[in-house]
């Protein structure tokens, strides 16, 4: 549809090569679940003349090497768990139900973001460079940088072949506004014909809206959470984790399978409110999730202005280390029994 779009807005001129063009729509490393490549930046490398590189190739092993560890470690370690939260919410309480959610939102994440790093990196070894995909989200400061940082390639498809078609911001208030709700509400749809996903794009519009009309929207666009210093201050916490919080409700919707059901994990959350302990479905110390959790989060913290280059240190020790450690987790945290298919497949 981009190369089709472009062509009508006469940003890019027809090819008169099939083959080129046929690579384009079928370069497998992105055509299941992205990046979302325009015509305009993937079909050029695929028309010029490419050559090895070997700083490239180390670039897109490594990278893929990362997007194994988010999605064998991070993404399916947790999916039983997420699984059976939200299959059996009706006899948890809401400590276990917020941790299910909770969860599901590093789930979600590993899964995505690690498939788009294997992908990024598969394109590098035939010599192609895709558009970064996620750039830490999850350290976020309000909404509008969630959607900066998240599945950046769909949030720049739907401002380029909708937002801005549509009058973007350069209109009245009143319909920039409308214009941001229609985004979020086809981002909704685009996930699938659920009323869960429409009512999921609701909510972050209703999330969204607030910050634009503030003017904060694009604040924290050139700029990262700790920009300079090395640990965030008292108020970028407060910020990163509100904006969790809001993102994480919302996914409540995104992950039950029907609106019944959305609504009913919420009121056993409110109905019941007590703590107990959660036990892992297959016997697991649920410990040693919540260990591996927090050194991901640390670990991503200090190498959030990087996002392509996972395993960026100096030393060759501390490299090899890192190497060691996450092939060592991809064996240990590897279970037979757990389903590895992508969550974004289905979309």
């Given at each position: 549809m981009s190369y089709s779009f472009d062509i009508y807005y006469k940003k890019l001129k027809p090819t008169q090569n099939f083959i080129a063009?046929?690579?384009?729509?079928?370069?497998?490393?992105?055509?299941?679940?992205?990046?979302?490549?325009?015509?305009?930046?993937?079909?050029?490398?695929?028309?010029?003349?490419?050559?090895f590189s070997y700083d490239q190739a180390s670039s897109g092993l490594k990278l893929i090497l990362w997007g194994f560890f988010k999605k064998l470690v991070i993404a399916d370690a947790l999916a039983p768990i997420v699984d059976d939260i939200f299959a059996n919410y009706h006899t948890y309480p809401a400590s276990t139900l917020i941790l299910g959610v909770c969860l599901f939102s590093f789930q979600v994440y590993g899964d995505f973001s690690g498939y788009s790093d294997i992908a990024i990196g598969t394109a590098k070894l035939f010599g192609v460079e895709l558009m970064s995909n996620f750039k830490f989200p999850n350290f976020s400061r309000n909404v509008a940088e969630y959607w900066q940082r998240w599945h950046i390639s769909l949030s720049t498809w739907f401002r380029h072949y909708l937002y801005i078609p549509m009058g973007g911001s350069r209109v009245s208030q009143l319909r920039a506004v409308r214009n941001i709700a229609v985004i979020f509400l086809v981002s909704g749809f685009w996930h699938g014909a659920n009323w869960t996903f429409i009512f999921w794009g609701g909510l972050h519009a209703l999330f969204y809206i607030p910050v634009f009309l503030m003017g904060r929207n694009r604040m924290y666009a050139d700029n990262v959470v700790g920009e300079k210093t090395l640990l965030p201050t008292p108020v970028e916490i407060l910020q990163v984790l509100l904006t969790f919080v809001l993102v994480t409700f919302s996914r409540i919707f995104f992950r039950s399978p029907s609106l019944t059901d959305s609504f009913q994990y919420i009121n056993q959350i409110a109905s019941n409110f007590t703590y107990e302990s959660y036990v892992h479905p297959m016997g697991y110390r649920m410990l040693d999730f919540y260990i591996l959790l927090a050194l991901f989060i640390i670990y991503e913290y200090s190498i959030r202005r990087h996002e392509r280059e996972p395993f960026k240190f100096k030393s060759k020790i501390v490299r090899f280390f890192l190497y060691t450690a996450v092939v060592l987790a991809m064996l240990l945290f590897y279970d037979d029994g757990v389903n590895r298919s992508f969550i974004y497949f289905q979309f």
């Open positions: 063009f046929t690579a384009f729509v079928s370069f497998f490393p992105q055509l299941v679940a992205g990046p979302i490549e325009r015509a305009s930046n993937l079909l050029s490398q695929i028309t010029n003349k490419r050559t």
